[in-house]
């Protein structure tokens, strides 16, 4: 197993770093732009250890992309590694073509190879970019970045920030930890690391203003682990979820949940008093809840007395509106350990569980392993009908299942009305729970259907969703 090491025995090293969280926006109206993977370095735990040997788009995250809604999006993807890899464009409903899957969508990008990107997202929102090639090593080295669509009119605040969220499994040399793809990990929680990052490093504080409001797209990249983050002595209001505008709320004890692959855009007044400190708290696991970062107010006057008097509500997206005579999809994740799955169907064969395991499986979806991307549908859907996605977790272990090309809607949770019908492209199933959420299938083409703990993913826990021509 990798070595152990606390967040506390690195911070020791580190105080009194602070993040210069504004990332340079890269792209403008109508952008064009390259990215190139490659193997490179970046300082993650602070002056007092040595860089990391990472993986990157350039710089840890990649660059933030930043288009106009209606805008185009070209992007010629260089790969620079010694393996394939492709770009995905988590949470786009984009044509299939540019969806970045291996061996489904595309062919890989061979090392040395490149392959342009071309598409006019929809949606505005805030998404992400990441490899689909190994997934779990390739975005485990450093391979993401923010991809956020402007609405045409965003409400009004005084900084728009990024926070990349990150969790990295490091040696005591701050290397990234091998190998990937441990059989624990694969068959447990996956790949939970030891130093959280938000935006590429482990920041001790950032710095805010009192009197300002902020918009705070929270993008969670992690392998494998799950964040709630509690704004102490704040209440962050939620504006969007995947990307996708939702009624205003403020979450009970001002708690945002994410699962690997799943975003949130809040609001945030900054109430506290000049030369303040507040802690950002994520009790995920409660029995391990960190201090994720600290808001340092700088000792500036309040920019404004009172908290600004301005809507946050974000103009709807186009997204089509689910019929109520829509069909049910039924699906049951099982596996992992203590799980009882006893087999399940691997390339066309009934298997046995310690047989799949020394095969590095551990995942059904419909008692079906996946053993590569390429595989049949699990279901077929006729383009322009509506669907509820009902989903069943039959397993020991949390799930962030994530479904490309499209938005569903999240309707009931347990058998019971959510208590928020939302719309997203990625589900968090706790343990026995069932989700249910209705889509329109509009976007033809193969979709991957998948759990988002990357090393789930790799274990099998994949399938493909076709929607008819
Ligand atoms: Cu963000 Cu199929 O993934
Ligand atoms: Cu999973």
Redesign the pocket.
Known sequence: MPINITRRRFLAGTAGLTASTALPPMAAAGASLRLRAAPGKINIVGSDYPDTEVWSYGDVPGPEIRIKQGERLKVDVANGLEQPTTV?W??LRLANAMDG?PDVTQAPIAPGASFTYDFTPPDAGTF?Y?P?VR?AEQIGRGLYGALIVEEREPPKVDRDLTWVMDDWRLTKQATIAEPFGHMHDLTHAGRMGNVPTLNGALIETVTVRAGERLRLRLINVANARIMALRFKGHAPTVVALDGQPVEPFSPEDGRVLLGP?MRADLVVDMQGDPGSRHEVIDDAYARNAYRFVTLAYSDEAPLRANPLDAPVVLPANPLPTPMADAERLEVVLAGGAMGGMREASFKGETVGIRELVRAGKAWAINGVVAHQTAMPPLFTLKRGRSYVLSVRNDSAWPHPM?L?GHAFRIIRRNGQPAERPHWAD?MLLAPEETVEAELVADNPGDW?F?C?VLEH?QAGMNSLVRVSP
């Open positions: 995905h988590h949470g899957v992400w990441h689909h997934s692959g994530h490309h990625t991957l998948h988002h993913h």
